[in-house]
């Protein structure tokens, strides 16, 4: 069997309140293979955050080993999970965190500006980006000229192109109407399925856990079993 794109093991999370020591998560073990759509369930203050601050990078595990595609991220330092991050995680938020004073382009073209990469080249890379999630139409238009649906789907391409292997997702549909939310859950099956990205969503919707192909149950910081 081909590597697994996540890899956790004993993975713990724990913080440090006065003299109280909270653990956002425990001693988590999980696979998932690439090209998995990934729903990730559980009450408030259960860790799914936690989970997915620890995913994309954005914290570093306090014990236990974690690799995303092959690489052992948990003890990189600071300035190297930046980088790393970069190139191998697009995240996805409830609220898209759109720049409002920037068009559609402008907003996907952010994360190609860190990279020495040509005016022309960039161009494409946006334009696709925008193509694959079916906004070619829009791209000239600001975050108030657009609908939450499409201002989510911006954020997607935003997500999508540097091209990383490892999407994470905020509650992508919490803020959206039925409708809105079925076409975002659409699309990140087919970037799943057709395009092999690996997706972990966390989410309070059951409909929206319907569209993975996996659902996980967090408790206390851990992992329940499907039953
Ligand atoms: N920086 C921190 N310092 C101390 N405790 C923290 C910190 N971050 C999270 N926690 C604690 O860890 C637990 C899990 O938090 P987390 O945000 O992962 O939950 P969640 O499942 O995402 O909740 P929600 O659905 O409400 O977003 C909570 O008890 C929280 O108070």
């Known amino acids: 069997m081909s590597q697994p794109m ?15 020591t909270v653990t956002p ?3 988590l073990d999980l696979e998932v293979p690439e090209g998995q759509f990934l729903a990730l ?3 408030s203050g259960s ?8 995913l994309s990078g954005i914290d570093s595990p306090t014990s236990g080993t974690l690799e995303i595609a092959g690489s052992e991220i948990g003890s990189l330092s600071r300035g ?8 191998n995680i697009g995240y996805i938020f409830q609220l898209y965190h759109l720049v409002p004073i920037l068009t559609a382009f402008e907003n996907v073209e952010l994360p190609l500006l860190l990279d020495s990469m040509s005016k022309s080249e960039r161009r494409e890379k946006v334009e696709s980006a925008l193509e694959l999630v079916g906004l070619s139409d829009r791209m000239h238009h600001r975050p108030t000229e657009l609908s939450g649906g499409q201002e989510q789907r911006v954020a997607i391409a935003r997500a999508l192109v540097a ?6 997702a905020d509650e992508p549909t919490g803020d959206l109407d039925r409708e809105s939310a079925t076409r975002i859950l659409e699309l990140l099956q087919a970037l799943a399925h057709e395009h092999g990205k690996t997706i972990v969503m966390v989410t309070h919707d059951p409909r929206a856990a319907d569209a993975a192909d996996r659902t996980l149950h967090l408790e206390k910081g851990l992992l329940i079993t499907q039953p």
């Not at 860790?47 to 620890?54: A, D, E, I, P, S």
């Not at 091209?163 to 994470?168: A, E, F, T």
């Open 41 to 43: 369930m559980g009450p």
């Open 47 to 54: 860790g799914k955050t936690t989970l997915l601050n620890l």
């Open 163 to 168: 091209d990383p292997k490892l999407l994470v």
């Open 25 to 27: 998560l425990e001693a």
């Open 6 to 20: 996540i890899l956790c093991r004993g993975l713990t999370k724990t913080y440090q309140k006065g003299s109280t």
């Open 80 to 87: 190297q999970l930046t980088r790393w991050r970069a190139r």
